[in-house]
Each structure stands twice: as C-alpha cells, then as structure tokens.
C-alpha cells in the first residue's frame, strides 16, 4: 500500500496568511494526488485533482502543485471560511490511501 | 444538481451487519463508481472501495475483504454498502463519493461529489 503522509498535523495562521501543506507519498504517484477540505460534522469536499487542477467552484486561492513523490497544496490570503481540516488522497493504485489530515485553526 | 442521499443512522451490536445505501440524482447514474470512505470519531479518512455503478465490479481495500459487500441497483440509481461480523472499532461515518475520471498527466479518478454520511455505532 502507498503511504501518505501530510505535515503538518496542524498549524495556526491569520487572516490573510498564506498557508502551505505538504503530503509525501512511500513512491512515485506522477500526478494522481487529490486535495479536500473537511469542515466539523460535514462531508469532506474537493479542492483539488490530478495535483494542481482546481475543481470547479474552488477560490482561485486554494493551489497545489508537485509529482512524483511531493506535493504541496497553498491557501493564499487565508479567509474564516478556511479554517477547517486538509486531506490529501492517491488515487494512483488502490487501495487509495488518504494522509493524517492538517488542521488549519485561528491564530 | 448532482446529489448523493445516504440512508439514515444505525446503532448495532457486535457481530452484526449493516447495510448502508446512497441514492444518486442529478446524473447518468451508469457513468460513474461510487467509492465507500470511512471516518472514525475524532480521526481522518479512510477508503473501503469502490464499485462500478455500470458493471458491478468492485474493488476493495485487503483489510475488509470478506466482510465488506458493495451492490449497485440500476434500477434505482442506488448503491449499497455491506458490512458484516460489525466490531466497536467499525464504528465510523461512512460517506459515499462519487467517482469521476479525469485526465491530468493520465487518466486517473477523483471523488467529486459526497454524500452527507451515515453514522453507525457498534455497541453492546
């Protein structure tokens, strides 16, 4: 199985701060990396596939970039409706495998 | 709009089974898998598998092989999940997603849409 793993855990931040969460894959995934967003007692959303791609409705703040084994997903100008716990998930090869997940919390 | 409805809270006790359904609306319920994700209380996710809504095929993450069911009911766009021989560490939201194929350096899935989640609790 891949392993991912996400750091940091957690983080506190500011309004208008930029925020940057890295996920590691055990090996090489090319692109196949997908970013959520999961707010309390709610269904985690979709921000970003295949990487870097943003899904539809997603604020042009909301990035990610890296292959192959690094990823990064970036908050730009951090906003209230951000706060809330990141995940990333492969979809490489099954079993799919999500990381730890980072909360991102109110400095 | 595209929606998955899952089926109401359960509480079972040990050793039972539980079946979990997700209704999909809003799209050409054949064109897409639907993946079962898993949330523990106060933990991340995690993925159980995913079934092919058109062919049926299914495939399953190695620890709940053997006790995990998944079916998919053309009919009425509607998806099942089976858990069997239930343990008090299965307790967990369960959440359907939609799978959606993508091209992005290959083509590869993503999980687009969720349904709202379905808490079971294994308790005696």
């Known amino acids: 199985d891949i392993q991912m793993t996400q750091t940091p855990s957690s983080l506190s931040a500011s309004i208008g701060d930029k925020v940057t969460i890295t996920c590691r894959a055990s090996?090489?995934?090319?692109?196949?990396l997908n970013w959520f967003q999961q707010k309390p007692s709610k269904a985690p959303e979709l921000l970003i596939y295949g990487a870097s791609r943003l899904h539809s409705g997603v604020p042009s703040r909301f990035s990610g970039s890296g292959s192959g084994t690094e990823f990064t997903l970036t908050i730009n100008a951090l906003q209230p409706e951000d706060f809330a716990t990141y995940y990333c998930l492969q979809t490489f090869s099954t079993p799919w495998t999500f990381g730890q997940g980072t909360k991102v919390e109110i400095k | 709009q595209v929606q998955l409805m899952q089926s109401g809270g359960e509480l079972k006790k040990p050793g039972a089974s539980v079946k979990v359904s997700c209704k999909a609306s809003g799209y050409i319920f054949s064109n897409h898998g639907i993946s079962w994700v898993r949330q523990a209380p106060g933990q991340g996710l995690e993925w159980m598998g995913w079934?092919?809504?058109?062919?049926?095929?299914?495939n399953d993450a190695q620890k709940f092989q053997g006790r995990l069911t998944m079916t998919a009911e053309q009919s009425t766009n509607t998806v099942y999940m089976e858990l069997r021989s239930l343990r008090f560490d299965d307790t967990a939201v369960y959440y359907c997603a939609r799978n959606r194929s993508v091209y992005s350096g290959g083509h590869q899935y993503t999980l687009d849409v969720w349904g709202q989640g379905t808490m079971i609790t294994v308790s005696s």
């Open positions: 079934i092919g809504a058109y062919t049926g095929n299914t």
């Open positions: 090996q090489s995934i090319s692109v196949y």
